[in-house]
């Protein structure tokens, strides 16, 4: 069983920038593709961010193409997303999940293990 726990949200002015950290808990260094998704009110749960198992591969939604950077740190069973540039319509609900495949994965259904979640909110 893996555990997912999110940190790092808070409230930022347009232009700010967070990073937020997701740690793992059970055996997921290098074996787990992971991802990052957001959710804002009334709305379905997106993609933003994945990264292989290894870390070499990773994959971005247009809308943070350029903004964002995700990373990992399999020694810490950590992964990261580095936000840059927010605007208001970044804020949402990010959750971190992971994948029982080492290949990257950008699809909601892919993901086995689901973080509760650490709120974003951009202000203008």
């Known amino acids: 069983q893996v555990q997912l726990v999110e940190s790092g949200g808070g409230l930022v002015q347009a232009g700010g920038s967070l990073r937020l950290s997701c740690a793992a808990s059970g055996r997921t260094s290098g074996s787990y593709a992971m991802g990052w998704f957001r959710q804002a009110p009334w709305k379905e749960r997106e993609f933003v961010a994945a990264?292989?198992?290894?870390?070499?591969?990773?994959a971005y939604a247009d809308s943070v193409k350029g903004r964002f950077t995700i990373s990992r740190d399999n020694t810490k069973n950590a992964v990261y997303l580095q936000m840059t540039n927010l605007k208001p319509e970044d804020t949402a609900v990010y959750h971190c999940a992971a994948a029982r495949v080492r290949s990257l994965q950008v699809r909601t259904h892919d993901y086995n293990y689901w973080g509760q979640g650490t709120q974003v909110t951009v202000s203008s």
């Open positions: 990264i292989s198992g290894s870390g070499v591969t990773t």
